[in-house]
């Protein structure tokens, strides 16, 4: 247990009561609705540019896309330097880019450039960031939590950030709207630089000058990880379950028109998943215990995509909603799983790990929305929602088989690998948590 964090805390009390995890969530949050509020921005402004719907479109898919590039290629840079100046670098070099999109002469092909480099720094920053909370949380519960928060705030920005975005594109131009953005990834690498320990980098005697070595490095480790049966097994539980759940969103205007239904009805379909998500991961956070959270983690990603079967028989906006907000809710079994993995993951090659499970997360996700446009194009869109939770559950059903077949586990189903583990190594953590 980290020796700033309060023993008399419970729950997510306990995260807050480390002081360095205040300052990395405070970063989060400022950069995440940054960020949200700049993809708007940056839509509507190439939009007004061109008049064109494609580039308009393209410039959100440029911000999934160069995620594969930048988690295999520049991975390694996550265990290869201190993780400190790896966040704040980064921070500094989106705000950069950001700063040129702001630039009255920045062309378009500049301004789709740009967002594919920030693009391609952000799994390298969400791996290292994830790797640096085992630092700062330990591996046990408090870790499980802090991960756990900080994906709250993610589904919770993007709510409050196209809300902020679009108050801010009512009363300035967009950009204006983007200079924001600019002042929260400064604030986030002050935020950073200032308030967490700079700490060695995790895998030492390495050539941190030179492009092939990083490369090889990057390359090596994904190699390492996915030949790995059991780490192969709970990536793909971490990345499966996503592309398929992203099909209702991905076609919620086109299901609210075959409806009749507006605007109204069509914000409530997008926001109905993350609000099952986050009230579900805060449940599990709060009245589960580590284990409890342990023993959910296979049954949950079974079942979670069934909800999207109800989409079969065409349900009205009341139906959808109750569908859309327990498919969300499904995604709760990922607060087990973030445990397990850190279990199963050699430290040395922990943030080139995080950061692997970063991109394939984003352009999974990516593929799913693409792979349900192009169904929709040849079924109607509540077939292909419906066919997704179909397929997607036969999926679901034969990864659990494959990770309960390479952990270790008893003959009642209980885990005795990582959540053993973290009893006896973090046995203060978990007693804080539970009960």
Not at 55 to 79: E, H, W
Not at 157 to 175: E, I, S, T
């Amino acid at each position: 247990m980290p020796k700033n964090a309060s023993r008399g805390s419970r729950g997510y009390g306990a995260v807050f009561a480390v002081r360095e995890f205040r300052f990395v969530f405070a970063a989060h949050l400022l950069s995440l609705l940054g960020v949200v509020v700049s993809e708007i921005a940056l839509t509507f402004l190439v939009y007004d540019l061109t008049g064109s719907p494609l580039l308009s479109a393209l410039t959100f898919a440029l911000g999934l896309l160069p995620y594969l590039v930048g988690g295999t290629l520049l991975a390694g840079v996550a265990d290869r330097y201190p993780a400190r100046r790896v966040l704040v670098v980064c921070d500094l070099l989106c705000a950069a880019c950001v700063g040129v999109m702001v630039l009255p002469g920045t062309p378009i092909a500049g301004l789709l450039a740009l967002r594919c480099v920030v693009a391609a720094i952000a799994p390298v920053f969400t791996g290292t960031r994830m790797a640096a909370l085992t630092d700062i949380l330990g591996e046990g519960d408090l870790y499980v939590l802090g991960r756990s928060l900080l994906r709250i705030v993610s589904q919770s920005a993007q709510l409050a950030g196209f809300g902020v975005g679009g108050v801010l594109l009512a009363v300035v131009p967009a950009r204006g709207a983007i200079c924001v953005t600019v002042g929260t990834f400064l604030c986030s690498a002050a935020l950073l630089r200032f308030g967490t320990r700079d700490r060695p980098a995790r895998a030492t005697g390495r050539e941190t000058g030179r492009a092939g070595a990083l490369l090889r490095d990057s390359l090596g480790g994904a190699r390492l990880l996915l030949g790995d049966r059991r780490t192969r097994a709970l990536l793909l539980l971490f990345w499966v379950p996503p592309m398929f759940v992203v099909a209702p969103e991905a076609l919620a205007a086109p299901y609210a028109d075959s409806l009749g239904l507006g605007p109204a009805a069509l914000g409530l379909l997008m926001c109905a998943m993350p609000v099952g998500h986050i009230v579900a991961e805060l449940y599990a956070g709060t009245a589960l215990s580590p284990r409890a959270r342990s023993r959910v983690v296979l049954p949950v990603a079974a079942v979670g995509l069934l909800p999207l079967l109800v989409y079969g028989a065409g349900p009205g906006l009341g139906w959808a909603l109750v569908a859309l907000v327990l498919a969300g809710a499904g995604a709760a079994y990922v607060i087990g799983l973030d445990q397990w993995f850190v279990a199963a993951v050699p430290e040395e090659l922990r943030g080139r790990a995080m950061t692997l499970l970063t991109a394939g997360l984003m352009t999974i996700q990516g593929l799913g929305m693409a792979a349900a446009g192009l169904a929709a194009e040849f079924l109607p869109v509540h077939q292909v929602v419906a066919g997704a939770g179909a397929i997607g559950t036969l999926c679901c059903l034969v990864l659990v088989r494959e990770v309960h077949r390479t952990g270790p586990h008893g003959p009642e189903g209980r885990a005795t690998g990582p959540d053993r583990t973290t009893e006896v190594r973090d046995g203060a953590v978990r007693q804080v948590a539970s009960g």
